[in-house]
């Protein structure tokens, strides 16, 4: 049998990656009997970590919310600073999106509630420049993130593109941040349909305590290329497809997520998918891919193309003559 400092730790790191854990599945997954399991138990309490425990057929463990902020002990100070970090770096900072939604996560279910209302009041008073991205809800976020993370059903209020309000039950599978906007991707339990949800739209998320587990078979990958879809090519009348040279890999870090759906074709060729109110809004689309395409369909769409390209290639000639022109 492992040390009981090495048993120790190991068990507030199972502890912190989910909401509870019954009793007999804790023991299997750290490899002890019961009786070894309550002792490990105690030496945490003994250490400051607040563990709920309930008795019975479906008793379990729960690590709760106590004086400081477990596991890396905290002050106040410290946990308002990671935490507005945390928010920040999850929507500004490519590649860490996932690691910091996962960390916020556990750091909310954990702090103390005079800490959570001084990040909020530190977010409610904090501005970003015009020309940034939309701003979410800290509270929302950690909410929905903590949902994801647990598998839990969630409830909340919704505004639409119309200002309307509706109550919504979901079964929240995984928040996605397009460059622009967070999107929570989930489960929509009376309509019984999967559905994107804008973040920044999202009010009063709440977490029951009774809250119900769900399990679902879509893989990280169906639900981020069905958000995808949802916000770049679903809600729109017309739709254009470009073959691109060059595999998935190579043009994703090029082609932002937000302009449209990139799928593979073949080994050395992509093909994109856009979405537009108009056959002039593919074509200023069009214009943000900045790579060599073909216009595979539709046949209406290469006139529009063409006539934008003579504009662009009468506007540098003019622009160019008059640089070049000598001065009188």
Not at 215 to 236: C, G
Not at 243 to 267: K, T, Y
Request: with cysteine; aromatic share 4%.
């Amino acid at each position: 049998m492992k040390p009981p400092s090495v048993r120790v730790l190991r068990l507030l790191g199972v502890l912190q990656s989910r909401r509870e854990w019954p009793g007999k599945e804790l023991g299997e997954r750290l490899e002890v009997d019961v009786r070894t399991l309550r002792r490990d138990v105690e030496r945490l309490r003994d250490l400051g970590y607040v563990i709920t425990s309930s008795s019975g057929p479906g008793g379990g463990y729960r690590l709760g919310a106590g004086s400081t902020t477990p596991p890396l002990l905290l002050d106040d100070d410290e946990a308002v600073a990671v935490a507005m970090a945390l928010a920040a770096s999850a929507g500004s900072v490519s590649d860490v999106e996932d690691v910091a939604l996962r960390v916020l996560a556990k750091l909310t279910r954990v702090m103390p509630p005079r800490v959570r209302r001084k990040v909020g009041v530190m977010l409610d008073v904090t501005s970003l420049l015009p020309g940034a991205r939309v701003t979410v809800d800290f509270r929302v976020l950690a909410t929905l993130a903590s949902a994801c993370l647990d598998a839990l059903e969630l409830r909340f209020s919704y505004e639409d593109a119309r200002g309307a309000l509706s109550s919504r039950t979901v079964e929240p599978l995984r928040l996605v941040h397009t460059g622009r906007l967070w999107y929570l991707a989930a489960r929509d339990v009376d309509r019984d349909d999967l559905r994107t949800f804008r973040v920044d739209r999202v009010r009063s998320a709440n977490l029951a305590k009774d809250a119900r587990r769900f399990v679902t078979e879509l893989s990280d990958a169906d639900i981020t290329a069905f958000v995808a879809r949802a916000v770049s090519t679903s809600p729109y009348r017309f739709h254009a497809r470009f073959r691109l040279e060059g595999s998935v890999s190579s043009l994703r870090p090029r082609i932002p997520s937000w302009l449209g759906v990139l799928e593979a074709e073949s080994s050395t060729h992509s093909v994109l998918t856009l979405g537009g109110d108009s056959l002039e809004g593919l074509v200023a689309l069009a214009g943000h891919v900045g790579l060599d395409f073909e216009l595979l369909e539709p046949r209406e769409l290469a006139q529009p193309l063409e006539r934008a390209a003579q504009r662009l290639v009468c506007g540098a000639r003019s622009g160019r003559d008059r640089v070049s022109a000598p001065p009188v």
